[in-house]
DNA sequence: GACGATGTAGAGTGGTCCCTCTACCTACGC
DNA sequence: GCGTAGGTAGAGGGACCACTCTACATCGTC
């Protein structure tokens, strides 16, 4: 049960993040599902709840590549935290980040804004607790997103640059 | 005539920033242009020629809102650039980068794609003449994109956060 | 006052899309 | 052997959309 909705979520995901949120029909959906159109709306009755469920499976593995065992020294969680930004744009998507993606493709939605307000928020809160940045957090929000955007222009130049940036904020402590 | 042109690229250029790039149909362009719809296929013969022409109208007015009469000193030009982009967020956009979010609603169109690249390096570029910190394009750049990504969950605060990054960016010149 | 360029108004067409529904299959508990 | 739960396959409805086309209005120029 649980386990096929995993599975559905899975293949939205893949889905989404291949070819954005406006092309792929319903169609095409369950075909990256591998599950019958009908077993695809009985788990998400509406193409609006696929992109929310493939958004939630998504935010848990951002989560996991970007936190799990980083290096315990600040400076060395920084640049590592932001290795990793680097590697899941270059290996999980085409261009950007797929929150604002989904948002951008229909900004009248409120649980989609909720959905990104929650992603953002839980991604610089560990941000800031992992780097021992805590009340820094919209730096850090400020230097993921940039880069974020950058590294499909720039791709490791990005990373470099934001990992400058990110030093000059911890050698001073000016508020 | 290209009166006409530049009157309707203005009314196509609100229609999207105001609603997104998927929603507006084509007779809701119609009204935002304040033309018929044969004088607007006329000028744009497809709805993608309508969002390329929106999005070159936006890049000459972004331009202008963000350079015109800019600060001479590099510190006062770099934080009053930042706070432009703040206020070009506040009054000209309800969320995010109209280019990056052009893309992400048809990501497989290669001149949108062209377009998105040569409005963001020109952005770096004229920044980097601006503050003084040519040859620091990308994490100009880098800073930016993340104001602008950050903005629409924390308006001011991350303008703050924004100009404390690029203070940390021009008191080391490491490189 | 005729004309040509440029505009408006709006109906129609072909196609696509989201979603529903019918009909059938398979595995398992008892 | 049979009911039930949960699956597949896929056709069809109703709505919408990008785009075209016909018919008519306006206006500056000669």
Redesign the interface.
Request: a positive charge.
């Given at each position: 049960m649980t386990d096929t909705m995993i599975r559905i979520a899975a293949g939205l995901e893949r889905a989404f993040a291949a070819?954005?949120?406006?092309?792929p029909s319903v169609e095409d959906l369950r075909d990256a599902a591998g599950v019958s159109l009908r077993t695809l709306y009985k788990y998400m009755p509406s193409r609006a709840d696929m992109v929310l469920a493939a958004l939630e499976h998504r935010h848990a593995r951002y989560l996991a590549h970007l936190f799990d065992r980083l290096p315990d020294g600040p400076e060395a969680a920084l640049d590592a935290l932001l290795e990793r930004v680097g590697t899941w744009l270059a290996t999980e998507t085409?261009?950007?980040?797929l929150f604002?993606?989904a948002?951008?493709?229909?900004?009248?939605s409120v649980p989609l804004r909720e959905v990104l307000?929650r992603h953002?928020?839980e991604v610089a809160h560990r941000a800031g607790e992992a780097t021992g940045l805590a009340g820094?957090e919209?730096?850090l929000?400020?230097?993921?997103?940039?880069?974020?955007?950058?590294w499909s222009?720039?791709t490791d130049?990005?990373v470099?640059?934001?990992k400058?940036?990110g030093?000059?904020?911890r050698?001073?402590e000016?508020g």
């Open positions: 070819r954005g949120f406006a092309e085409a261009h950007g980040c604002h993606g948002v951008a493709a229909d900004p009248g307000s953002k928020a820094r919209i730096e929000l400020v230097l993921m997103e940039g880069l974020t955007q950058a222009l720039h130049a990005a470099i640059s934001a400058r940036l030093h000059g904020l050698s001073r000016a």
